[in-house]
């Protein structure tokens, strides 16, 4: 049966004999992939006795074939092109250093991505650039069964502004694995709002790396939403290192039938006065399986932070389960910080009042669930962005089986 050890020494024999190909794609980042291989052939695939895997059940990706798609069009973009955005496949010395940096992880499939993208699409939102109208990033789907790793980096040049919608695209066969990486880079005084859709993955197995680096007064506002989707792994992590740093980092995710949606984040407080705040609400229902596992870590240097974090979570079904692991580590004196998670039922209290109303009890239910979450879909950005999830949240309780 194939295991985590099988499928690394398949990685270790595609790197083998597929090195030359790799190397045709961006030469001068070789040895870094090289060194990166290395790492990871000594470190291996994780699995349940890692801490930061115990919730999540791997074994399905170890049946997935390792067969890379090499495909040029696994990112793409809105067609009306952006005063003052810049797209690019062509990673010059403007990017080099930022992308270079971005190969220092211990996360096993962070690392297969760098070693094993072929493709990376640069987009720099120029210098005191103010967009009215969002950017949209499509991240597809491979279109055979195997393997793809898009591959993003995204920097927000000083005083710019914009908004992005980043939609996660589901590829044609069941046996799939995504595993994307986008780099946000954002540099002083900018402000990104970015919108991470993943709402029609269904079978396709996906691992979503976004990692994001804040210098002084910049914003980073983010808003995760995931449903319909076999697996999903998503890992976010921040840093604030700059001097009045602001993130807002906020998800809502729907699990149902045998799903897995495992979200995994990191907010780390490098500089002073620098404030985050982080709400997850999470449903499962049916025999669903739900993920929340967030860590603040704040620096001794990082005196004035206030964070906040909160999840909660509804669980709709005795067979439905939900796994949350809040962590706070301060190691400043001077800082606000608070952390906390709930999980329980729909109110009983309240679903009594809608149905002594005359309200059908279904309904009801699903009025109070939409409740439960429109905190994060209320003060979306753009109305239709707005309406379209919502009528997917509607689309998701009306399948859901008691």
Same mark, same amino acid.
């Not at 120029?126 to 069964?145: D, Q, Y």
């Not at 109070?368 to 919502?390: A, H, P, Q, V, Y």
């Given at each position: ?112 991505? =760098?070693? &094993? ?5 640069? #987009?720099?939102?120029?210098? /005191?650039?103010? !967009?009215? $109208? ?102 976010? =992590?921040? &840093? ?5 740093? #602001?993130?807002?980092?906020? /998800?809502?995710? !729907?699990? $149902? ?30 025999r669903g399986r739900g993920v929340f596992n967030g860590k603040i870590y704040v620096h001794r240097e990082a005196q004035k932070t206030d964070a906040r974090q909160t999840s909660k979570n509804l669980i709709l079904s005795d067979r439905a389960s939900i796994d949350v692991k809040p962590q706070l580590e301060i190691f400043a004196d001077d800082v606000k910080c608070s952390h906390g998670s709930t999980v329980g039922h729909i109110d009983e209290n309240a679903l009594f009042y809608l149905t002594s109303r005359g309200? =059908? ?15 994060? !879909? ?25």
């Amino acid at each position: 049966m194939p295991d985590r050890n099988s499928w690394l020494t398949e990685f270790e024999n595609h790197f083998e004999k597929n090195s030359v190909m790799i190397q045709k794609n961006y030469p001068w980042l070789f040895e870094r992939r090289i060194e990166t291989a290395a790492k990871l052939s000594k470190q291996g695939f994780p699995s349940k006795r890692d801490e930061e895997w115990r919730f999540t059940n791997m074994e399905p990706l170890w049946k997935i074939p390792f067969l890379v798609d090499y495909s040029k069009t696994l990112v793409s973009f809105g067609d009306e092109p952006l005063d003052g955005v810049e797209i690019t496949n062509d990673i010059s010395e403007v990017f080099r250093e930022d992308l270079e940096d971005e190969f220092d992880s211990n996360d096993s499939f962070e690392l297969l991505n =760098s070693i &094993l993208f072929s493709n990376c699409v640069c #987009v720099r939102l120029k210098r /005191g650039t103010k !967009l009215a $109208k969002p950017i949209l990033i499509r991240i597809a789907g491979s279109v055979r069964n195997g393997l793809s790793f898009p591959r993003v980096l995204f920097v927000a040049e000083e005083g710019s502004e914009a908004t992005v919608i980043e939609e996660q695209m589901a590829g044609l066969p069941a046996n799939t694995l995504s595993t994307s990486k986008i780099d946000v880079i954002l540099k002083p005084s900018s402000s990104i709002i970015w919108n991470r859709i993943q709402t029609k993955l269904f079978a396709q197995k996906s691992i979503s790396i976004l990692k994001v680096r804040q210098a002084e007064k910049s914003c980073f506002n983010v808003r995760t939403v995931t449903m319909n989707s076999d697996f999903v792994r998503n890992t976010m =992590s921040v &840093l604030l290192d700059g001097d009045g740093a #602001v993130c807002k980092m906020n /998800g809502i995710f !729907l699990v $149902k039938g045998d799903e897995l949606i495992d979200n995994h984040t990191m907010l780390e407080h490098l500089k002073p006065n620098c404030q985050s705040r982080q709400l997850y609400k999470g449903i499962v229902a049916e025999r669903g399986r739900g993920v929340f596992n967030g860590k603040i870590y704040v620096h001794r240097e990082a005196q004035k932070t206030d964070a906040r974090q909160t999840s909660k979570n509804l669980i709709l079904s005795d067979r439905a389960s939900i796994d949350v692991k809040p962590q706070l580590e301060i190691f400043a004196d001077d800082v606000k910080c608070s952390h906390g998670s709930t999980v329980g039922h729909i109110d009983e209290n309240a679903l009594f009042y809608l149905t002594s109303r005359g309200i =059908s009890e279904k309904t009801a239910r699903q009025m109070l669930t939409k409740g439960f979450i429109n905190e994060i !879909l209320e003060d979306c950005e753009s109305e239709d962005l707005k309406m379209r999830l919502e009528k997917d949240v509607s689309d998701w309780l009306d399948t859901v089986r008691e």
